[in-house]
């Protein structure tokens, strides 16, 4: 409740100073509506933000898995390689510097229109691998130097080493990468589908398309607070797994 209390004291306060704002100042609907009608658009549409928040929820979800098995796997192939590594790396970076929206039209064209929902996805992996791919390639370089000579001392092969020593000094390294592709994968998920200008998608960047041609500024804000409440879902998800994480390690 400590760690709870003050960003709900502040929210609060936060949206009663947006309505007071609204209302006294005569604020016009379609330009920005008070909370309370933000609320309304969520009961009212509910089962349509649902269903689209699902959508949208699935597909991150997917890309996260699809950059987790990418983004790692490169990441312990590669840190059993120096040339390897030195090879790759500037690739990833160039990747990750990469505007989602420049390769979005490509993209759309090899997964074909009548599969959006996959070109949504792959452009979405691509926002969150390098995250992944950087946290985990990073902490397989962090072990201890002492350890590494031990290893040395003993006659490790490459897999011992990685298995025993560098996977577990990888583990919180990986999971600030998951934290951080987490929330990208989302952003990328919404972007995709902004740019693929399908609506075959349905997710909850189509309903904010939508709501944006017909002026209906409320039914945006909820579409956007289904949004941020998704991307807190998924935060809130690593984080616990995080801790539990390091709970067996400690």
């Keep these: 409740m400590t760690r709870l209390l003050p960003p709900l004291l502040l929210t609060?306060?936060?949206?009663?100073?947006?309505?007071?704002?609204?209302?006294?100042?005569h604020v016009p609907p379609w330009f920005l509506p008070p909370p309370s009608a933000v609320v309304l658009a969520l009961v009212e549409r509910a089962p349509i933000l649902?269903?689209?928040a699902a959508a949208t929820f699935w597909?991150?979800?997917q890309a996260l898995v699809v950059?987790?098995?990418l983004g790692g796997g490169l990441a312990l192939v590669i840190s059993l390689s120096r040339p390897a590594e030195r090879a790759v790396?500037?690739?990833a970076v160039a990747l990750q510097v990469t505007p989602v929206v420049a390769i979005a039209p490509l993209v759309m064209i090899w997964a074909g229109l009548d599969h959006a929902d996959r070109a949504v996805v792959a452009l979405a992996a691509t926002v969150a691998f390098f995250p992944l791919f950087s946290g985990v390639l990073t902490?397989?370089?962090?072990?201890?130097?002492?350890l590494e000579r031990l290893f040395d001392l003993y006659g490790a092969t490459p897999v011992q080493r990685l298995l025993r020593l560098r996977l577990p000094a990888a583990l919180p390294h990986a999971l600030e990468g998951l934290r951080v592709a987490a929330g990208l994968a989302v952003i990328g998920a919404v972007v995709a589908e902004f740019v693929s200008g399908s609506g075959a998608t349905q997710g909850l960047a189509w309903r904010l398309l939508e709501a944006g041609n017909r002026l209906r500024t409320a039914d945006m804000l909820a579409a956007l607070a289904c949004l941020m409440a998704m991307g807190l879902m998924l935060n809130a998800g690593v984080g616990l797994l995080e801790r539990a994480v390091r709970r067996r390690l400690c």
Aim: overall charge neutral.
């Design 50 to 52: 649902a269903a689209s």
């Design 89 to 91: 790396r500037p690739l």
């Design 139 to 146: 902490g397989l370089k962090s072990a201890d130097p002492d």
């Design 12 to 25: 609060v306060l936060l949206l009663a100073a947006w309505e007071a704002a609204c209302r006294l100042l």
């Design 59 to 61: 597909m991150a979800l």
């Design 67 to 69: 950059a987790m098995v």
